[in-house]
């Protein structure tokens, strides 16, 4: 059983990271400056704010979804995103993909910057 929880908890992981907007936004708080702990999110690399289609999908869909898994927190009055309670499940594997971004196929190469 216990290899079944794992295998659910790794495709959870991997399905988060499959919509290139999700991707961008972890990245994004993974590369933040540390110290600030905070990542406002008008920082987000490349993410056409000014496209209303990406505002909704943005709030509407993926933050909600981001943080209800518990990967960030989301404070939508200060329009900011932080580690969430359970950032430590999701983190490793985005530091091993960061980590090898210039070996990974170009798709995934444009949601974070090279180190």
Same mark, same amino acid.
Request: glycine share 4%; charged share 30%.
């Given at each position: 059983? @216990? ?13 988060? !990271? %499959? ?5 961008? !936004? !972890?990245?994004? @708080? ?5 110290? %600030? ?7 987000? %690399? ?10 909704? &999908? @943005? ?18 009055? &200060? ?16 530091? !091993? ?6 070996? @990974?196929? %170009? ?9």
């Amino acid at each position: 059983m @216990l290899a079944h929880s794992r295998n659910e908890a790794t495709d959870e992981i991997l399905d988060t !990271l %499959s919509h290139p907007l999700r991707r961008r !936004l !972890l990245f994004s @708080l993974y590369e933040r400056d540390s110290d %600030s702990g905070e990542l406002p999110l008008h920082r987000v %690399s490349n993410l056409a704010f000014e496209e209303e289609n990406v505002r909704v &999908e @943005l709030y509407h869909v993926q933050l909600p979804k981001l943080e209800e898994k518990g990967y960030v927190c989301w404070d939508g009055d &200060e329009d900011t995103i932080t580690e969430g309670p359970e950032w430590n499940q999701i983190e490793p594997l985005l530091r !091993l993909l960061y980590n090898h971004l210039n070996e @990974l196929p %170009s798709q995934l190469r444009g949601t974070a910057s090279l180190p």
